[in-house]
């Protein structure tokens, strides 16, 4: 196939982040935490103006997520969508009844439109569901004695990525632009794309302060070295496509020979190694990446 069926991946990625998967809320400032297990990672910011999130899991996971941040008092007041994926905006019908939903603008388009997804047709959200506060470039919210800054990166996951940081306690949650340690699902029907993923990781490195804490979309908390091992992985492996399909070979053949054995780990039930070879190797046949 030209393209990855990614309706059929986001299918196969809820599937792997059963409702079932046990939370665990950790502390990374006096005022942030991530909460973690099962879909994608939320940040969570308490204090006297009371909680905002960054993502909300899936939908399924919604009396899970009430029941990490009952230590809390009070609802959710603001949310940030880092992208329009199911596993991060899935408790937007029950927090979005209190909350004011920020998002790029692609995440409402793409949640007020619903589509095809694999073998399943997904409906358009309800009003309560969407995005508020719309916004093409940045956006902030001042809450919590914080500047929570959120920051869009066109063509990189999908089309509506934002990354969210919290300038005084230098914590960056990159959403799924960042996949610590996993090779990272790119849409490409969605507007991503991996040549532009990699420069946007780089920019993110010279922007992030060196004892930064970074939340990925997935995967544990980040260091920046961390995040600049993820970075080399994109270019090497990148590079390692791009040369072979220059020289003639095709994808199967590319894919036979799989990448350095430096990146087997990387490889998980999701992404495996061939499809991140597909995935590389669709991007830059739609990009005429041949540099």
């Known amino acids: 196939m030209r393209f990855l069926n990614a309706c059929s991946l986001i299918v196969a990625l809820l599937a792997a982040s059963p409702a079932t998967a046990e939370l665990s809320l ?10 973690q297990g099962g879909g994608g990672n939320v940040g969570v910011c308490v204090g006297d103006d009371g909680i905002l999130l ?22 959710p007041q603001y949310i940030f969508n880092t992208h329009f994926h199911g596993d991060h905006t899935g408790g937007n019908r029950a927090f979005g009844q209190h909350a004011t939903i920020l998002a790029h603008v692609n995440v409402r388009k793409r949640l007020a439109t619903g589509g095809e ?5 997904i409906e358009p959200e309800p009003a309560v569901a969407l995005p508020d506060i719309a916004f093409e470039q940045s956006a902030s919210v001042f809450f919590n004695d914080e500047e929570i800054r959120a920051v869009h990166f066109p063509r990189a996951h999908t089309d509506g990525d934002i990354a969210v940081f919290f300038v005084n306690a230098q914590i960056a949650h990159l959403g799924d632009l960042f996949f ?14 991996v040549e532009t993923l990699t420069q946007h990781i780089a920019a993110l490195i010279d922007q992030l302060s060196a004892d930064a804490k970074i939340i990925p979309g997935h995967g544990p908390v980040a260091t920046l070295d961390e995040l600049k091992t993820y970075h080399r992985m994109l270019v090497e492996t990148t590079d390692s496509v791009r040369t072979r399909r220059n020289a003639g070979m095709s994808l199967d053949q590319i894919s036979a020979e799989g990448l350095d054995a430096q990146w087997a780990s990387w490889g998980w039930s999701f992404v495996p190694a061939q499809r991140w070879i597909e995935t590389v190797y669709w991007s830059l046949e739609a990009g005429g990446g041949s540099d």
């Open 117 to 121: 997804f694999g073998k399943r047709h």
């Open 26 to 35: 950790h502390q990374l400032s006096d005022a942030v935490y991530v909460l």
């Open 180 to 193: 610590n340690g996993l090779f990272p699902f790119v849409d490409l029907e969605y507007g991503g794309d």
């Open 54 to 75: 960054v993502d909300d899991k899936l939908a399924s996971q919604t009396d899970a997520v009430r029941a990490a941040l009952a230590r809390f008092d009070g609802q």
